[in-house]
Nanobody, 125 residues
Framework: QVQLQESGGGSVEAGGSMRLSCAAS????????MGWFRQAPGKKREGVAA???????SYDDSVKGRFTISKDDAKRTLYLQMDSLKPEDTAMYYC???????????????????WGQGTQVTVSS
């Protein structure tokens, strides 16, 4: 059964921190890479961070140095630690799992087959 469930979203002031979690079913977690995506109103969904089965990481330039992706294999859970949040980080955040040749390609949504329902993150100025 494919299932991904995000949690941890909410509202925070600019400069604050937030941690998102994504609990995955065994089927979803078995995919090679996992990623976080976000979609702001009126914009396309974009890849934020990705991690592969070996722990290699990839980040979009807009979040490098501020966001950290990690996972706990024992709990089958993916995390996104977000620090120094900016108003432009406001979006619906989704976790996804899929397969790709490199972790960099895991930032592209076309390589992901399983998706969560999303969690809203709002950053106020």
């Amino acid at each position: 059964q494919v299932q991904l469930q995000e949690s941890g979203g909410g509202s925070v002031e600019a400069g604050g921190s937030m941690r998102l979690s994504c609990a995955a079913s065994a089927d979803s977690y078995s995919n090679w890479c996992m990623g976080w995506f976000r979609q702001a109103p009126g914009k396309k969904r974009e890849g934020v961070a990705a991690i592969d089965d070996d722990g290699n990481l990839s980040y979009d330039d807009s979040v490098k140095g501020r966001f950290t992706i990690s996972k706990d294999d024992a709990k089958r859970t993916l995390y996104l630690q977000m620090d120094s949040l900016k108003p432009e980080d406001t979006a619906m955040y989704y976790c996804a799992t899929g397969d790709a040749v490199t972790v960099g390609l895991c930032l592209q949504e076309r390589f992901h087959s399983d998706w969560g329902q999303g969690t809203q993150v709002t950053v106020s100025s």
